[in-house]
């Protein structure tokens, strides 16, 4: 079982930045692609962006593109989410997953860890 914890989350202003964290707890850490994913109120959970196993491959959402950008240290078993430009529409509970097969894949069911989420509020 791999247990993943985010941080970094909060409320800032449209325009403004926010650095998300997700550590890991195993040392299996640099054989997993690691994505990001966000999930509005009564909306599905949706792929942001993501990193393959070796930071060879990194894919983002096009909603984010040029804003986000996705990194990983495996040394430290944590992969990050630097968002700037935040918008309004960015508001939703962000979600670090894990994937053992160390692809990048943007659906939900691939991945085989999850975190709790953050949440992330940029008000209109």
């Known amino acids: 079982q791999v247990h993943l914890v985010e941080s970094g989350g909060g409320l800032v202003q449209a325009g403004g930045s926010l650095r998300l964290s997700c550590t890991a707890s195993?040392?299996?850490?640099?054989?997993?692609?690691m994505a990001w994913f966000r999930q509005a109120p009564g909306t599905d959970r949706v792929f942001v962006a993501g990193?393959?196993?070796?930071?060879?491959?990194?894919y983002y959402a096009d909603s984010v593109k040029g804003r986000f950008t996705i990194s990983r240290d495996n040394a430290k078993m944590t992969v990050y989410l630097q968002m700037n430009s935040l918008k309004p529409e960015d508001t939703a509970v962000y979600y670090c997953?894990?994937?053992?097969?160390?692809?990048?894949?943007?659906?939900?069911?691939?991945?085989?860890?999850w975190g709790q989420g953050t949440q992330v509020t940029v008000p209109s």
């Open positions: 997953a894990a994937q053992r097969a160390g692809i990048i894949v943007t659906g939900v069911d691939p991945y085989d860890y």
């Open positions: 990193i393959s196993s070796r930071s060879g491959y990194i």
């Open positions: 195993t040392r299996t850490f640099s054989n997993y692609a």
